[in-house]
């Protein structure tokens, strides 16, 4: 999804803020690198509309604090499917 990088960071803005989303979920949704989501919804968003940019950020606040319990559960799961393959 190339464009104007102003509508594209209003786009990406109201998506990660209507879905909770990640940076790299919009990434992976969008066809974007991660630098160009961030950039977008950081740098160009503040200077477009800083009251969705507002509400990005406690988006993306609230992901950076979760992320180690993210983490965690992926490892978790990884060996259980391991142990589960591992006795069939």
Same mark, same amino acid.
Do not use: C, W
């Given at each position: ?20 989303a990640t940076v790299r979920q919009?990434? &992976? $949704?969008?066809?974007?690198? *991660?630098?160009?989501? /961030? ?18 950020? &406690? $988006?993306?606040?609230?992901? *950076?604090?979760?992320? /180690? ?18 006795? &069939?």
């Amino acid at each position: 999804m190339k464009g104007i990088p102003e509508e594209r960071a209003i786009m990406l803005g109201n998506y990660i803020v209507d879905h909770e989303a990640t940076v790299r979920q919009a990434a &992976k $949704v969008f066809h974007l690198s *991660k630098s160009t989501i /961030h950039k977008d919804v950081s740098f160009r968003l503040l200077q477009i509309n800083p009251n969705l940019q507002a509400q990005v950020q &406690k $988006v993306l606040d609230k992901n *950076k604090q979760e992320r /180690h319990i993210r983490g965690g559960m992926a490892t978790k799961n990884k060996y259980t499917q391991l142990r589960t393959q591992a006795k &069939k």
